[in-house]
Structures are given as structure tokens and as C-alpha cells.
């Protein structure tokens, strides 16, 4: 069965085909970023405009690449949320409307298991049950993974996402939109011993997240170290100092990653770890979790760094599951700002 991903749930425009047979044979995908930079944040009806724009010309470049003809396609995955719902009605119409005229299914995917299965598409995958860490823009949440659509949330963030908590610290810091990346880069330089930042959370039990306080604390610092962006920021040991906030910023954020998930599989008793979502291309919370499961005997399983963030391959894959084990969605188009992932069934 080749199946057909688009997943338009914020702002990036990604196709993907993934065949039974060849496993992913081509994906594409249209960055919105430089549009919205400017603007410091996502603006919902540039991304639902821009999608418009984009949306064919990129599934026919993905067709053209994956050397196929479009009546092989045999089913459609599209993100139906959670995102903003301009945005999700643009992939939802257009991959409804294409069903419809190809006479073939669709199926509406949850963003999040769409993040959730993107490490199944690398070799080698994890097996079912795992404790899945969703690390995102929007999301962080630890989720027991029984299997396809069986979905027990452990805990979630009560505030801030990590990746918004890593955004707004970035924006502090004078870094651009999203600055997640960039304060990892910056982190790179920074003094480990120079601040030390709380672990939210981690002194009481429970699987819960806060990161809201964690922004907090890095404004506090930033003004008291007299880093007023983006008039005072020149110098060499202002440089210094800014990579000193970035780097205890991250090193707070990963440690309580860390702990979180350990209890998380000593509560489950489970040895897999899967992580996933835009956080989850961090370097440093990549290799400490790889060294933190070692000592559990346990395993750390990533997407490839570009399946990390929004990408069309996980919509596809997860499509194809659903489409595979049976599941036929009416003719509805479906766009849900909101989406609880536990709803999910199994198909
Ligand atoms: O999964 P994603 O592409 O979009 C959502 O579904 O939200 O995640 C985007 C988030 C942004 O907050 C971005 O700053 C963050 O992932 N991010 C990172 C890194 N790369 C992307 N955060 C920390 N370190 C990174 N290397
Ligand atoms: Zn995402």
C-alpha cells in the first residue's frame, strides 16, 4: 500500500509517500520560518495563506520524486490536529478532496503520534510497549505506548512547552524565532558552574512538567547580569555570559527531561525510551539520555534529526498503520485545534 502524508499543522508545508514495500520512498517540505520571524511567533493566517500556495505544487514535486504515478496512491494520512485550524483545514480539504477523486481513503492522523512513531521509521525501531517523550513547540508529555493508537498519558507540562520555554528563553538571549536550536549552539560555549537554574518540579512526585518558571528565572538573571536586548549585548564578556545563561537554561530543562523519564520507566518497568518532536533534536539531551538508559540497560530510540521537528514522513507512516490495520474515516474534513491524544483508538 503507498500512502500519501500531509501534514500542514503550523507552519510547515510536508508531503510524504511511504510505500508497504520500499518504506519511505520520498518526502518533501516548505519552511514557513522566514515569514514569521519577523514577526517573533507564528502568525496564523500568513502559515494558512502559505499553505495554500504551496500545498500542490509540493505533492506533485513529491510524486515527480518518488518516480511514481499519482494512481498508485492507495490512501491519504493528513494532520487533523492538534495545530492552528486554519492552517489544519488546508491539509485536511485537500487531502479529502484528492480521496475523493481518487476514490482511495483517508485518514485523519493526531500530530502527536504522528512525533510519537517517527523513531519506527529508522533501523533499528523500537518495539511495542515503550515510554514515549514528546518534547515539542507545543507539547511535553510522557506517554506509555502500548502499541498503534493505544495511548496512556503519564504526565504532561502544567505551563510551557519545552520547546516554548527554549523559545522565549532564546528570545531573552537575542536569538531569533525559533531559537531553540540557536540556544543550543550558544549553550555550547557557556560555563556549566556559573548559574545554576532549578529543576522544576523534580523534588515531589509525579510525571508533571512546569517550565514557565524556568523563562522566568532566565529573565531574572538577564537583567540582573545588565543584558538589556538588544541595545546592550556587545562585548566580549557579555558574549560569555549570554552562553552561561543558555548553557544552564538547557542543562535545567534536560536534567528534569531526565529525571522524569527515568521514573517514568521504572514506574511502567518498561526498558525502551522513545523521544520525539522538535526538542528531541537537541544534542545534549540526546546523548545524555543515551548514556542515562545504557546505565538502566535500557535504549534510547530518536527520528533522524530532520524527522525530529514537523516533516510529512511521520504523517505518512502513521497513515500507513492505521490505513493497513483497517481504519476507514468517513467523508468528514477533520481540523481540531485541541485534540486529547488518549481519544485515540486502536484501528
Ligand atoms: O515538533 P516541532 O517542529 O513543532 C511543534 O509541533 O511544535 O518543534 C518545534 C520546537 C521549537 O520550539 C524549537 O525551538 C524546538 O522544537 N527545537 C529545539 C531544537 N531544535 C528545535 N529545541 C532545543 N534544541 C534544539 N536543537
Ligand atoms: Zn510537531
Known sequence: MLTLGIETSCDETAIALYSEKQGLIAHSIHSQIDAHTQHGGVVPELASRDHIKKILPLIQKTIHDAQISADEIRGIAYTAGPGLTGALLVGASIARTLAWAWEIPAVAIHHMEGHLLAPLLETPAPDFPFVGLLVSG?????????????????????????????????????????????????????????????????????????????????????????????????????????????????????????????????????????IAGGVSANKTLREKLKRTLESLGGKVFYPRQEFCTDNGAMIAFAGYQRLRAGQCDDLSIKARARWNMEELTVP
Open 138 to 274: 507545543g507539547h511535553t508529555m510522557l506517554v506509555e505506548v502500548k502499541g498503534i493508537g493505544d495511548y496512556t498519558i503519564l504526565g504532561e507540562s502544567l505551563d510551557d512547552a519545552a520547546g516554548e520555554a527554549f523559545d522565549k528563553t532564546a528570545r531573552l538571549l537575542g536569538l531569533g524565532y525559533p531559537g531553540g536550536a540557536a540556544l543550543s549552539q550558544l549553550a555550547e560555549q557557556g560555563n556549566p558552574e556559573r548559574f545554576v537554574f532549578p529543576r522544576p518540579m523534580t523534588n515531589r512526585p509525579g510525571l508533571d512538567f512546569s517550565f514557565s518558571g524556568l523563562k522566568t528565572f532566565a529573565a531574572n538573571t538577564v537583567q540582573n547580569e545588565g543584558l538589556h536586548f538588544p541595545s546592550n549585548l556587545s562585548g566580549a564578556s557579555k558574549q560569555q555570559t549570554r552562553a552561561d545563561i543558555a548553557r544552564a537554561f538547557e542543562d535545567a530543562v534536560v536534567d528534569t527531561l531526565i529525571i522524569k523519564c527515568r521514573r517514568a520507566l521504572q514506574q511502567t518497568h518498561l526498558k525502551q525510551l522513545v
